[in-house]
C-alpha cells in the first residue's frame, strides 16, 4: 500500500504537501525498519538491517528531524536553505521513499534463516589467532602511519588544517585515502578472527584512533569501518544489548553534532550543541546529490543508462587492452564522483543519485531492491571465516559508497579480496 501512495505522489496522480511528504517519508522509513528488525533472521544484527539504517541516516535524516521541526542548528539551517525547499528536493524525497521501498522488498523476499556453528576446532583456533594477530599488526602501523603524516603536515589539528593540506598536497591525500582504506580492511580482518581469549587490544587501538579521528572531523572514516565491523560480529552472533546500543548511538550523535561545530568554526571553542537530532539532521544532507542530479534532467542531461555502473570497469580493461581508449578521471563525466564536483563542488554523492541518474524513478526500485536482495544473499551466506573475511571486505567499499558514486567500488572490493586472500594464505602457511 505504501508503494502506490509514493509512486502515486511522484507521478502527480495527487498533489502531497511537502509537509505531509516528509511525515510520510519518515515513517515509511521508520515502518520499513521495524519490519526488517522483526522479520529477518538476524534482526537488528543482520547486514540489511545495518546497512538500512546507515543508509536512512544518510538519506533521510534530515527529512526526519525536519518533519518534527527540531534542527535548532543555525549553520544547518543555513547551508541548507540554498536547496532544500526546491521542488527537486521534493522529487528528491519521492526518490528516497522508492528506495526505502525498494530495499525494503528485496531484503525481504531473498532472506532466508541460515543455521550458523559457533564451534571451532583448537586448529582452526589457531588459524585464527594468527590472523587477528596479523590483522591486528597491520591495523597498528597504519593507525601509526596516519598519526605520524598527520602531525608531520599539521594536519591533525582541525579539520580546516586538514583540508588545506589536503587540498596542497594531492600526495598527501592518496597517503591518507589508502591510510582508511589499510584500516578498514585490516579491522575487518580483527572482527572475523576475534575470539574472546585473545583480547580487546587491537580494538582499543582502534577506539584511540578514532577518537582522534572523529574529534578531527572525520566521521564517515570512523563511522563506516565500525558499521562493518558490527556486521561481522553480527555474523558471528557476538552481539552487545540493546540499551547498551542505543545508549551509545546517543553518545554517538551528540559527539557527531559537537564535531560537526568544529568542522564549521575549526575550534571547539564555541559552545556545545547536545541536541543529537541536529547530527542526525547534517548527516541527512546526502539529499542534496539526489536533488542535484534531479536539476541536470530537468536541464536536459539524458540518463546514462548503466554508463557510470560500467565506466569504472571499462576504464581498468582499458589499462591492459590497447584498442580501448581511457579518457583522463577528470574529463569522464560517467565517474559521477567527478561530474559532481565540477557541477555542484564537494557535496558527496548517493547511490540513490547515481541509480536515478542512470536509469530514472523506476531505477532507483529495481537498483534498490537489487541491492536488498544482495545484502539478503549476503546474511544467507553460512558463516566461517573465509567467508566472513571475503564479505566484509567487500563490503566496506558499499559502505562508502553510501556518501559517494560507484566509481572506486569495483577496484576496491577486488584490492580487497587480494589482500584478504594474501593475508589469509600468509596465516595458513605460518600455521604449517
Known sequence: MGSVFVFAGYIDV???PRAELESFTTFTWLLVSIILANTLPKGIWSICYIYFIVFGIFHGGLILVNSVNLITDHDTLYQISFWFNSNQTENAIHMINIAFLGFGIGAMVFSKAVKTEHNVSPRDEEYNRRLYHIGGGILVVFIVLFFLVAFATGAIYSYGAYLRVVDSNPLVGIMFTYIYVFISLALVLVAVAHDKAF????????AVWALFAFKLGLRGEVMFPSAVTACMLGRKGRVMNGFLLLAMIVVFLVAA?????????????????FNPLNAVAEMGSSLRAVQEVISWREKGDDLLLGASYWAPIERQFALFIPQLDRVKAEDDDRLLNVKVIKVAGPIGFSPVAEAYVNFGEKGVLIIFFLFGGLMAKLDNMSSSTKTDILIGVALAPLFIMIRNSFAHVPVQIIFGCAFAMFFMFLAHKRKE
Open 14 to 16: 495527487f498533489e502531497t
Open 199 to 206: 583480547g580487546y587490544l587491537y580494538f582499543a587501538f582502534f
Open 257 to 273: 553534532g559537537i564535531v560537526k561545530n568544529a568542522r564549521v568554526s575549526g575550534t571547539y571553542d564555541g559552545g556545545a550543541d
